[in-house]
Nanobody, 125 residues
Framework: QVHVMESGGGLVQAGGSLRLSCAAS????????MGWYRQAPGKERELVAT????????NYADSVKGRFTISKDNAKNTVYLQMNSLKPEDTAAYYC??????????????????WGQGSQVTVSS
């Protein structure tokens, strides 16, 4: 089994900063991608930032470029999202996505895509 645990989030005034963390654990053979998505009330879930574990390839939503920074610790299967200069429109539930493979005792690999439990970020004006 694979578990994804998020931490961080909270309430902050506009212009403030928050940091989210996401750690994957369990029967993980290889992680390919970790990233953050967010969903505001009444809206669809949208990409915030993703990073591929094997490369330096990082993607950001245009709305967060220059303000948010995604980083990773491959040894700990952990990804972070540093959020600076927060705006009220950043208010949403933030979800961590982990994509990778498990491998059983026979060597068979199976892909997984696991979401974290969600972390509420609220930015007051």
């Amino acid at each position: 089994q694979v578990h994804v645990m998020e931490s961080g989030g909270g309430l902050v005034q506009a212009g403030g900063s928050l940091r989210l963390s996401c750690a994957a654990s369990g029967n993980i053979f290889k992680i390919i991608l970790m990233g953050w998505y967010r969903q505001a009330p009444g809206k669809e879930r949208e990409l915030v930032a993703t990073t591929f574990t094997a490369t330096s390839n990082i993607n950001y939503a245009d709305s967060v470029k220059g303000r948010f920074t995604i980083s990773k610790d491959n040894a700990k299967n952990t990804v972070y999202l540093q959020m600076n200069s927060l705006k009220p429109e950043d208010t949403a539930a933030y979800y961590c996505l982990t994509t990778g493979y498990t491998r059983d005792k026979n060597g068979a690999m199976e892909r997984f895509d696991h979401w974290g439990q969600g972390s509420q970020v609220t930015v007051s004006s």
